[in-house]
């Protein structure tokens, strides 16, 4: 029996909500962080919505000593980490330094800073680009700064594998959890709403031209247009469920099944891999289909990817078979933060007894879908599975379980 | 031409803006003998300093003057030799 691994902290930084409890609120509200994008502007783009964190002061949170060194991501996942960190009730300095690892999912790395860098090597030459480029840009940064931070020398890394990556971070640190680490910091941040980071996710063909912020953004509906990228996520404190007991924390729930699956190679014909992913998560939890109370959806508002995530979600379940959320509607796509902020909502959603709504699509019946509508659904919440999908072919599935 | 001199103020000035300072720490008080180290300046904070030295002062550090250079005073007196500034700080 592989140890049972338990998530004791949540750090929010969403769109629509800075901190757990203001996520939460607008979240089961249906409050949506979806705009015109301010932090630069957008009119020559062709895709000039966004979902912004508005209101996000670093200097208010964070070293000055951290400023000259770090990207907006990196802020923003570095006060979510202390968040959670405060959330599980873990001061990390009286903690066995090698007992805590951190493991995130990055999608771009810090392209504001990069952006700024680099022009200054054309602008002005190379004597004047940032020591702190040589780091500040890249993948591994959010977990190293965690790790720096919070003196947290264990087991780290990151996962690059675009959206996907949120889960597949999530179950890389339940399997350093396994192999004997105490504590894991996990999830992932993401912000790369910049001109260079905007033409680079421009270039992925995937992003609603929509200038309507309640029209743009429409996974399963008939009008489905692309997605509107967020920046955001969230990070999780992972423990194995042993040591939050002898601890006495707190537990929101565990990481009790996980799948990965990597898509046929296109033109093939076979079968896309999310079903795979969905049922090796489930076998995984040791669990069957009709004990899933929610199915949190990758949600890609491209019509032949929600096809194929209907098709997933319903040769798993059957037509209708479960609940199908999707709260992404009210921030827009985190890339890799997307899953972990699904999987905070899903452990709310079993405090509160509530699925968390969809807003502002109107799903076409021939999905077979039960899509939670704009009001959110009481329900009671005890399992609950997030998909993700990554551009590139990437599946993951996580299901979450509450516990007694 | 008229020499410049690099001083205690340029040199905190330059930390401010390229690295940051510890709240920990009071740059204004007595630190010309205190190690970077212990003014919470790590080896990548010293290159951003170095580098943006060399840019307004227009000059070019080798690398073991920074890491030779442990406190602020050694690094203004490393810096003044180059401008050829004598017996400065």
Not at chain 1, 126 to 153: D, L, P, T
Request: glycine share 12%.
């Amino acid at each position: 029996m592989s140890t049972a691994v338990v998530v004791t902290g949540l750090g929010v930084v969403s769109p629509n909500g800075l901190g757990t409890n203001d996520f939460w609120a607008a979240t089961r509200g249906g409050k949506s962080g979806i705009g015109r994008i301010t932090r630069f502007d957008p009119s020559q783009y062709p895709a000039r919505l966004a979902g912004e964190i508005p209101g996000f002061v670093a200097e208010d949170h964070l070293p000055n000593r951290l400023l000259p060194q770090t990207d907006r991501m990196t802020r923003l996942a570095l006060v979510a980490a202390d968040w959670a960190l405060a959330d599980a009730g873990v001061t990390p300095a009286e903690l066995p330094e090698f007992d805590m690892g951190v493991v995130t999912a990055s999608h771009s790395g810090g392209f504001e800073f990069g952006q700024n860098e680099l022009r200054k090597l054309w602008s002005l030459g190379s004597q004047h680009v940032s020591a702190y480029q040589s780091f500040a840009w890249f993948y591994a940064v959010n977990s190293g700064q965690i790790s720096i931070r919070n003196g947290m020398k264990g087991p780290s890394g990151v996962v690059v594998s675009d959206q996907a990556g949120g889960l597949d971070a999530v179950a890389q640190a339940r399997r350093q959890i396994r192999k004997g680490t105490a504590l894991i910091v996990s999830g992932a941040v993401d912000a790369s709403i910049c001109p260079w980071g905007w033409v680079a996710q421009l270039a992925g063909g995937r992003l609603s031209a929509s200038d309507e912020p309640t029209r743009a953004y429409l996974p399963f509906d008939a009008d489905a247009r692309g997605h509107v990228p967020g920046e955001g996520g969230a990070i999780l404190v992972l423990e194995s469920a042993e040591a939050a007991r002898r601890r006495g924390a707190k537990v929101y729930g565990e990481i009790a099944g996980y799948g990965a699956t990597i898509d046929p190679r296109p033109g093939s014909g076979g079968e896309p891999g999310l079903r795979r992913a969905l049922e090796t998560a489930l076998a995984d939890a040791g669990i069957r289909p009709d004990e899933v109370d929610v199915v949190f959806a990758d949600a890609a508002a491209v019509p032949e990817l929600d096809r194929a995530e209907a098709d997933a979600i319903n040769a798993v379940f059957g037509v209708g078979g479960v609940p199908v959320t999707a709260p992404k509607t009210m921030t827009g796509r985190l890339y890799s933060g997307a899953a972990p902020l699904d999987l905070a909502a899903a452990f709310l959603a079993m405090a509160d007894g509530l699925i968390p709504p969809t807003v502002n699509t109107e799903p076409l019946p021939e999905y077979g879908l039960d899509l939670v509508g704009p009001q959110p659904r009481p329900a009671q919440v005890r399992t609950a599975v997030v998909l993700a999908r990554g551009q590139g072919g990437f599946n993951s599935a996580v299901v979450v379980r509450g516990v007694e | 031409m008229a020499t410049t001199e690099f001083t205690l103020d340029d040199l905190k000035r330059i930390l401010r803006e390229g690295a940051g300072a510890d709240e920990g720490v009071d740059l204004d008080g007595d630190i010309l003998d205190t190690g970077f180290e212990e003014l919470g300046y790590e080896s990548l904070a010293l290159l951003e300093t170095g580098g943006r030295i060399e840019r307004e002062f227009g000059i070019t550090l080798d690398d073991d003057v920074l890491t030779d250079a442990h406190t602020p005073r050694a690094l203004i007196a490393a810096v003044n030799a180059l401008l050829g500034v004598g017996a400065a700080a």
